[in-house]
């Protein structure tokens, strides 16, 4: 779809054959107006009533897409820093204005979380799943810039390993900022707070974090990538220090 369909009704149908659930979202906007689309799941048929003309196309996250989640990257140095933090992916999205800015998942079970600069308020990443809906090309920004599709391959993810390192990454961006070093604060939706996993389990999850993420080879970035390995023990997992470093020599490039 790299090339096109640049046509709402074929790129919903598009989406529709993913496996995405596709809605209505008014030209130029990225908030859906339709009462109740939370709750829309449009068949093919249903397609062309809501996809007749101009406007924008979204897709709702969670369990109506199969897990679809967005980590949305809301700052410039979230952008910047992902790649250290997040999950390869092959899915990949954005703007001109704004490329990689969106990175797509299929992690079922995983809630919204919003992570905000303690001091200004404004977000830094957003995880975005069930009750959640993001903009996909071909809809155009309020800036009139062309959003990216959707395509590529989510990676599939555990929600403890994805929530890890979208809070590391958080945690970050407000160190980069701020040069403190407090736990990002993190807002649970209406839909319900994570509930605290018991230790053992907790360590089963970062163990198999660090056996999934990119290995820190030196002149190649290793520096940081152990950083933000060590970052997502601590601040993700919540282990205490001499926890995650025990875990970094044994697990990581042992």
């Known amino acids: 779809m790299s090339n096109g369909p640049s046509n709402l009704l074929d790129a919903a149908r598009w989406y529709l054959a993913r496996g995405y659930a596709p809605i209505p979202v008014p030209a130029g906007t990225k908030v859906p107006v339709l009462k109740g689309w939370t709750d829309l799941r449009l068949a093919e048929a249903d397609l062309p009533r809501h996809f007749n003309g101009t406007g924008n196309i979204g897709v709702l996250l969670g369990e109506p897409s199969g897990w679809l989640v967005d980590v949305d990257l809301d700052c410039e140095?979230?952008?910047?820093?992902?790649?250290?933090?997040l999950p390869p992916t092959g899915a990949k999205s954005?703007?001109?204005?704004k490329p990689s800015s969106h990175w797509w998942y299929v992690c079922e079970g995983s809630k919204t979380r919003k992570h905000q600069d303690p001091a200004t308020k404004k977000m830094i990443v957003e995880l975005r799943s069930t009750g959640a809906q993001t903009v996909v090309g071909p809809s155009m920004h309020p800036s009139g810039e062309q959003?990216?599709?959707l395509e590529g391959e989510p990676a599939v993810v555990d929600v403890e390993s994805l929530g890890a390192a979208v809070a590391a990454l958080a945690n970050a961006v407000i160190e980069q900022r701020h040069g403190c070093k407090e736990r990002p604060r993190s807002q649970?939706?209406?839909?319900?707070?994570?509930?605290?996993?018991?230790?053992?389990?907790?360590?089963?999850r970062a163990e198999a974090y660090l056996d999934r993420i990119p290995?820190?080879?030196?002149?190649?970035?290793?520096?940081?990538?152990?950083?933000?390995?060590?970052?997502?023990?601590?601040?993700?997992?919540?282990?205490?220090?001499?926890?995650?470093?025990?875990?970094?020599?044994?697990?990581?490039?042992?």
């Open 77 to 85: 140095e979230a952008v910047a820093l992902a790649p250290a933090f």
């Open 94 to 97: 954005g703007r001109p204005g």
């Open 215 to 254: 290995p820190a080879i030196s002149g190649s970035g290793g520096h940081s990538q152990t950083y933000a390995a060590a970052t997502a023990m601590v601040h993700g997992f919540g282990l205490d220090p001499e926890t995650a470093l025990t875990l970094l020599v044994d697990r990581y490039n042992p």
């Open 147 to 149: 959003y990216d599709p």
């Open 188 to 204: 649970p939706t209406a839909l319900g707070t994570r509930a605290f996993l018991a230790d053992d389990a907790v360590l089963r």
